[in-house]
């Protein structure tokens, strides 16, 4: 199979279910012409059809109130309220089997035929879903595909014209995490203040980062794994974001001021002007390597994001 923008791994969980919003990206895509044909023909059968056998939905029913409803977790709750109410230990158990499927089961032999025909033997293949991360370019990590890591995520920072929503895009996709831009949660009243070439103060950003680190708490709650970029120039917004948490990672872009100062004169239509560098600059505290993982971002996009993905893959 391809490579999908936007298609999260299997591993990814949404609530207490592994597989379940791999199942939503697959219909949302599947709608807007971006789902390539080799997955049609499995639409709704194979993991399809198990998740929604064992919630006890019909995936015909399933399809409207997906496309119509961009919650994750709100879609997981209509299901439970639709269909057949599941406890923690059911919902365990069913990761479990799916996690494990092709591992010493009656698919064991369907897998091994796969593979094979793939060309892929030796590559550490054991299960359905690591023949999936290694069809679709995620690499199978040499763990068993049940021992799940917990949700995380990394906040990606720099000033204007580092690149943060280009590189974080891209490395949520290569995670099979979530993506979020900081900006699209500023109000109204800061956007126009940005638009106007004005700098934001620290009484703009409180409420702004508030509602960020909350966003991120819940995400980690609900075991969903963020890419967040947002510029986080200062170390105590960096400290609302985290709050101290293990579990969040800094990300900071950086390259020489030419480079990012031909980047922002080069985008058009934005709302952070190329006046405003010198600011940011000004404003931003570094944070040591210790504290983040660096990326010089004057270097191809690509090997930025696959840097970025082995090193965030390596951290537990």
């Given amino acids: 199979m391809p490579h999908v923008p936007g298609l999260r791994s299997p591993y990814v969980m949404v609530g207490r279910l592994v597989y379940f919003g791999r199942m939503l990206d697959k219909i949302r895509l599947h709608a807007r012409g971006l789902l390539p044909g080799d997955y049609h023909e499995f639409l709704g059968k194979g993991f399809d059809g198990r998740t929604c056998q064992f919630l006890g939905i019909d995936y015909a029913a399933l399809r409207p109130i997906a496309l119509n409803q961009a919650n994750d977790p709100e879609v997981l709750a209509w299901c439970e309220k639709n269909g057949t109410?599941?406890?923690?230990?059911?919902c365990q158990a069913w990761n479990n089997f799916v996690l494990k499927r092709g591992w010493r089961d009656d698919g064991s032999m369907?897998?091994?035929?796969?593979?094979?025909?793939?060309g892929l033997a030796g590559q550490g293949i054991e299960t359905f879903f690591d023949l999936i991360e290694f069809d679709e370019g995620r690499p199978v990590e040499g763990r068993h595909a049940w021992d799940l890591l917990p949700a995380r995520a990394a906040i990606v920072m720099g000033v204007a014209g580092s690149g943060k929503s280009t590189v974080g895009a891209a490395l949520a996709d290569a995670l099979g995490w979530r993506f979020v831009d900081a900006d699209t949660f500023h109000p109204p009243a800061n956007v126009a203040k940005m638009s106007a070439g004005l700098p934001l103060d620290d009484a703009d950003r409180e409420p702004w980062l508030i509602a960020l680190r909350d966003y991120l708490a819940a995400s980690l709650h609900e075991g969903v794994?963020?890419?967040?970029?947002?510029?986080?120039?200062?170390?105590?917004?960096?400290?609302?974001?985290?709050?101290?948490?293990?579990?969040v990672q800094i990300v900071y872009l950086h390259a020489p001021t030419d480079v990012l100062a031909s980047r922002l004169e080069n985008r058009p239509g934005h709302f952070m002007k190329t006046s405003?560098?010198?600011?940011?600059?000004a404003t931003?505290?570094?944070?040591?390597?210790e504290e983040s993982i660096h990326a010089d971002v004057s270097h191809p996009l690509d090997k930025v994001v696959a840097q970025l993905a082995a090193t965030l893959r390596a951290i537990h």
């Avoid at 794994?225 to 974001?241: G, N």
């Avoid at 405003?276 to 600059?281: D, E, I, P, R, V």
């Avoid at 931003?284 to 390597?289: G, I, K």
């Fill in 85 to 90: 109410p599941r406890a923690d230990a059911d």
């Fill in 110 to 118: 369907i897998l091994r035929q796969r593979v094979n025909d793939q």
């Fill in 225 to 247: 794994s963020v890419v967040l970029a947002c510029s986080a120039l200062k170390a105590r917004y960096r400290a609302t974001l985290a709050k101290d948490r293990r579990d």
């Fill in 276 to 281: 405003m560098l010198a600011s940011q600059l």
């Fill in 284 to 289: 931003l505290e570094t944070p040591s390597p």
